[in-house]
């Protein structure tokens, strides 16, 4: 059963989260990206339950309710909060000074990056989805004769000011066509919307990207056992920013390629991406 809870963090934010499995339990910490929500993990979080662990997926900084303080300062939603979060999130779970698993999704996944690489001590397994360890990315999109500045095209119009209303206009037409229109379920796009499809979220969602440069990020190899789940047709990340990122990882590395796959891969191949997740984390236990 996932419950919804508010996790009131130290910093005085309060996280919305879809919270499922025994207390006690292994924790996982699931991070959302954009333009989602915590429930992308609708399958995960049971499934995780049903095999012991403590699973919690918030709705981060800016898409909470509770923790979104005002995107005009865009100092609000500097990287190194982001990370600070995660860790404030996993303390008021009850899991303070605990190892415990990471999971995140694009710009999730980014985020977890930042996790794995300021605090390797404390993370016992690491799954991304979609998103390249941050040096491999860079590298692609500075390649002369690669495609990835095509695909990262979308991120430069984010930063424009009247972004926002355009995405939320005609019934947020242009998220359903566009960076939806990779497949997902429009269930799922009924879900993400009742967190993200209101204009004080969406300016605060796209503050990410105001505040952090595109996703850059100095993050250096990682000490952490590490799953990277990418599907082939991601319209957003090409094979050379994937398949690149097993060169910044130090520790155990496995990289699973999902055939006819786009970006949102838990909204699309849901049950292949959990089954894989729980092999890892049974892996690497706390």
Do not use: C
């Not at 006690?24 to 995960?44: D, I, Q, Y």
């Not at 997926?57 to 979104?68: M, N």
């Not at 190194?80 to 000074?97: H, N, P, T």
């Not at 995405?167 to 066509?177: G, I, P, Q, S, V």
């Amino acid at each position: 059963m996932v419950e919804t809870t508010d996790f009131k963090t130290r910093s005085g934010l309060a996280f919305t989260a879809g919270v499922a499995g025994p207390i006690g339990g292994p924790l996982v910490l699931l991070l959302h990206g954009f333009p989602e929500s915590r429930h992308s993990w609708r399958t995960a979080l049971p499934a995780l339950a049903g095999a012991g662990y403590r699973a919690v997926a918030p709705d981060q900084r800016g898409y909470s309710p509770g923790a979104r303080p005002d995107p005009a300062d865009l100092s609000n939603y500097d990287f190194e909060k982001l990370i600070a979060d995660a860790v404030e999130i996993v303390a008021a779970a009850g899991y303070d000074g605990k190892r415990f698993h990471l999971v995140g999704h694009d710009w999730g996944g980014q985020v977890s990056w930042g996790v794995a690489g300021a605090h390797p001590e404390r993370l016992a397994s690491l799954t991304i989805l979609s998103r390249p360890h941050p040096k491999s990315f860079h590298r692609a999109l500075l390649k002369e004769d690669g495609d990835q500045k095509n695909r990262s095209r979308h991120h430069r119009a984010f930063l424009e000011p009247e972004t926002g209303k355009l995405l939320l206009a005609d019934n947020a037409k242009r998220l359903r066509d566009g960076l939806f229109g990779q497949g997902v379920p429009t269930a799922a796009l009924k879900e993400h919307l009742s967190v993200l499809g209101n204009p004080a979220a969406m300016e605060a969602a796209l503050a990410w990207y105001r505040a952090n440069k595109g996703l850059a990020a100095d993050i250096g190899s990682i000490q952490v056992p590490t799953l990277y789940i990418w599907g082939d047709a991601d319209a957003t990340v090409g094979p050379d920013a994937a398949h690149g990122t097993a060169e910044f990882v130090d520790a155990a590395f496995a990289m699973e390629v999902l055939p006819g796959v786009g970006h949102f891969v838990m909204d699309q191949a849901p049950a292949r991406a959990t089954e894989l997740l729980l092999a890892h984390l049974k892996k690497h236990p706390v």
